[in-house]
């Protein structure tokens, strides 16, 4: 299974980005899909979660500003973030919680995508 992460860049605070996320490969059961980010020094940090029946929880810093979603297909993942701010800034990461098989579960990860936000 392969994630591939798009959409980060460079924005000034009040900006608006949206990332996309793309699951390819041997994909039996999508389960939950998320968007983590972390900084230098700091530990990864959940940002935002949905799951295959699109209940979806985020972290309390950016309620209200960032919203997460999912394709019909169930294999590609955005998340539309507005009102951006300097804390924002940090490497986003694309995580899956995929059945590659009836008998296998496990994480996959994208590689991380760059949002710098400008004060």
């Known amino acids: 299974v392969q994630l591939q992460a798009s959409g980060g860049g460079l924005v000034q605070a009040g900006g608006s980005l949206r990332l996309s996320c793309a699951a390819s490969g041997s994909i039996f059961v999508m389960h939950s899909m998320a968007w983590y980010r972390q900084t230098p020094g700091k530990q990864r940090e959940l940002v935002a979660r949905?799951?295959?029946?699109?209940?979806?929880d985020y972290v309390n810093s950016v309620k209200g500003r960032f919203t997460i979603s999912r394709g019909n297909a169930l294999k590609t993942m955005t998340l539309q973030m507005n009102n951006l701010k300097s804390e924002d800034t940090a490497v986003y990461y694309c995580?899956?919680?995929?059945?590659?098989?009836?008998?296998?579960?496990?994480?996959?990860w994208g590689q991380g995508t760059l949002v710098t936000v400008s004060s």
């Open positions: 995580n899956a919680d995929v059945s590659s098989d009836p008998w296998a579960r496990r994480d996959y």
């Open positions: 949905i799951s295959s029946g699109g209940s979806t």
